[in-house]
C-alpha cells in the first residue's frame, strides 16, 4: 500500500475532539470540586436576637435571650458566661440558674443548636450576686465548641 494513499483527521477535526475531551473534563473537575468545597465551608453563627430582663415575683432577674443559629452548620454552646463567671451546671455561678426551652441545662451540656434552629435561653441571677444593683449592665458570653464567643450586653431593670 502506498503511504501516500492514506489519509489521517483533518486538523479541524482532530481539534474539535481536543477541545470537547477538555470541556468534558473540566465540567467533571468542576463537580468535584465543588462538592469537596462545600464540605469544607460549612460555618457556625449564632445570632441573639433579643434580651429582655425582668424582676420576677422571687426578686430575681429573669433574663430571656432569644437565640438562632445563622449558620450553615450546627452549634453546639458548651459554657455560658455571666461577667466573665462560668455559669454551666457542672460549675454555676453562685446566684445564677441557667436552662433553655428546649433542654435543661441544670443536668445536661453542652446543648446543640442545629443550623436554622431557635431557642431560648432564660437566666436567673439573684439580687445578691456581684453585689449588682438595678441600672447595671452585666455581660453574657455563650461560648461554642467552635471557639466562638457570642455576647450580649443586658441592662439589670
Given at each position: 500500500?502506498?503511504?501516500?494513499?492514506?489519509?489521517a483527521?483533518?486538523?479541524v477535526i482532530?481539534?474539535?475532539?481536543?477541545?470537547a475531551v477538555?470541556i468534558t473534563v473540566?465540567v467533571?473537575?468542576?463537580?468535584?470540586?465543588?462538592?469537596?468545597?462545600?464540605?469544607y465551608?460549612q460555618f457556625?453563627?449564632?445570632?441573639?436576637?433579643?434580651a429582655i430582663?425582668?424582676l420576677?415575683?422571687?426578686s430575681?432577674?429573669v433574663?430571656?435571650?432569644?437565640?438562632k443559629?445563622t449558620g450553615?452548620?450546627?452549634?453546639?454552646?458548651?459554657?455560658l458566661?455571666?461577667?466573665n463567671?462560668?455559669a454551666t451546671?457542672?460549675?454555676?455561678?453562685?446566684?445564677v440558674?441557667v436552662?433553655?426551652?428546649?433542654?435543661?441545662?441544670?443536668t445536661?451540656?453542652?446543648?446543640?443548636?442545629?443550623s436554622g434552629?431557635?431557642?431560648?435561653?432564660?437566666?436567673?441571677?439573684?439580687?445578691?450576686y456581684?453585689?449588682?444593683?438595678s441600672?447595671t449592665?452585666i455581660?453574657?458570653?455563650?461560648?461554642?465548641?467552635?471557639?466562638m464567643d457570642?455576647?450580649?450586653?443586658v441592662?439589670?431593670?
Open positions: 500500500m502506498n503511504p501516500q494513499t492514506r489519509k483527521v483533518s486538523p482532530a481539534t474539535v475532539i481536543l477541545v477538555a473540566s467533571g473537575v468542576s463537580y468535584w470540586m465543588g462538592g469537596i468545597s462545600s464540605q465551608t457556625e453563627k449564632v445570632e441573639i436576637q433579643t430582663c425582668t420576677d415575683t422571687s430575681n432577674w433574663v430571656t435571650i432569644d437565640l443559629n450553615s452548620a450546627p452549634a453546639t454552646i458548651t459554657h458566661f455571666v461577667n463567671i462560668v451546671p457542672d460549675q454555676v455561678a453562685p446566684g440558674a436552662n433553655t426551652t428546649t433542654t435543661n441545662l441544670s445536661i451540656t453542652p446543648w446543640k443548636l442545629d434552629e431557635s431557642d431560648t435561653v432564660i437566666l436567673w441571677v439573684g439580687l445578691n456581684l453585689s449588682l444593683s441600672g449592665t455581660d453574657i458570653k455563650l461560648h461554642s465548641a467552635g471557639g457570642y455576647i450580649k450586653l441592662q439589670l431593670i
